[in-house]
């Protein structure tokens, strides 16, 4: 699934949630609508994944009965604070409370298509942030190929057209 694009939302009094409906259509398989997993992400936004995609990314790891220290601390920090939720019959979902404070998050929202993830951001943060990054778009895109085209030679992915 690869998710673009900014919609303005809004979370209601009772912290729900409503996904643009693009992004719903995206996330039904079958006949049935999927759930979504929902973390705070390093950037403090709260970040949504499908729930197929969250289960691949989590499941890629090769289970150990003795992890490492970092997977250790890592698996800490992640999965307890990680909060799964199904979409309602209006398409909506609802957000613990102390997510929406840890993410700094009031009614007004945005949420952004970031490849395989949402992300729910403050619209006045999210403005601010562009207007810092707008002018930086073709440094940002340097600076990053060269991991995208590593991570696409580590799954396979020549990166071209098939």
């Known amino acids: 699934m690869l998710f673009t694009g900014v919609y303005d939302h809004s979370i209601d009094a009772k912290h729900r949630l409503a996904i643009p409906a693009p992004v719903r259509s995206q996330l039904k398989t079958g006949d049935i609508s999927a759930g979504l997993y929902m973390h705070i992400g390093q950037n403090d936004a709260l970040w949504l ?82 207007q810092r990054q707008s002018p930086r778009r073709g440094e940002i895109a340097e600076q990053a190929e060269p991991e995208i085209n590593s991570t696409r030679r580590r799954s396979g992915d020549s990166g071209g057209e098939k």
Do not use: C, Y
């Not at 698996?75 to 939720?85: K, N, S």
């Not at 404070?101 to 007004?108: M, V």
């Open 49 to 130: 994944w499908p729930e197929v995609t969250f289960e691949k990314l989590a499941g890629d790891v090769e289970p150990t009965l003795t992890p490492s220290r970092n997977v250790e601390a890592f698996d800490e920090v992640m999965f307890p604070l990680t909060h799964r939720a199904e979409l309602d019959s209006a398409g909506r979902i609802t957000i613990p409370e102390m997510m929406l404070a840890e993410a700094g998050l009031g009614s007004k929202v945005v949420i952004l298509g970031m490849r395989h993830h949402l992300e729910v951001r403050d619209p006045e943060q999210w403005q601010q942030r562009m």
